[in-house]
């Protein structure tokens, strides 16, 4: 399984960006799908996470501003975020788990990863 991010860049405060991931392999429709962040001197943060069952899970301080999306079909997984704030400043990651029973939102649990897209914020 391999993963692709795209869709970063520089926005301003207010702004917003769509980020995407595709996903190659055949092991997608078996995964959870979601998306973390690693803002500079900081741990890497979840997100949010599209389960392979369809349900939905968000960082609760984020989902208002936040919306992840999944296409089994397309294997893509993408965010869209609205309002942005200069933290979301970060490198956002998209990543996959396989065969999960129960939702989990710790980096160590997902077995695959993208290489990470900038999201610059400027105030």
């Known amino acids: 399984v391999q993963l692709q991010a795209s869709g970063g860049g520089l926005v301003q405060a207010g702004g917003s960006l769509r980020l995407f991931c595709e996903v190659s392999?055949?092991?997608?429709?078996?995964?959870?799908a979601g998306w973390f962040r690693q803002a500079p001197g900081k741990g890497r943060e979840f997100v949010a996470v599209?389960?392979?069952?369809?349900?939905?899970y968000y960082e609760d301080s984020l989902k208002a501003r936040f919306t992840i999306s999944r296409d089994n079909a397309k294997q893509t997984v993408d965010l869209l975020i609205n309002n942005l704030k200069p933290e979301d400043t970060a490198v956002y990651y998209c990543?996959?788990?396989?065969?999960?029973?129960?939702?989990?939102?710790?980096?160590?649990?997902?077995?695959?990863w993208g290489q990470g897209t900038l999201v610059t914020v400027s105030s």
């Open positions: 990543a996959a788990s396989q065969w999960r029973l129960r939702l989990s939102t710790r980096p160590g649990d997902y077995d695959y």
């Open positions: 392999g055949r092991t997608f429709s078996s995964s959870d």
């Open positions: 599209a389960r392979r069952t369809g349900d939905i």
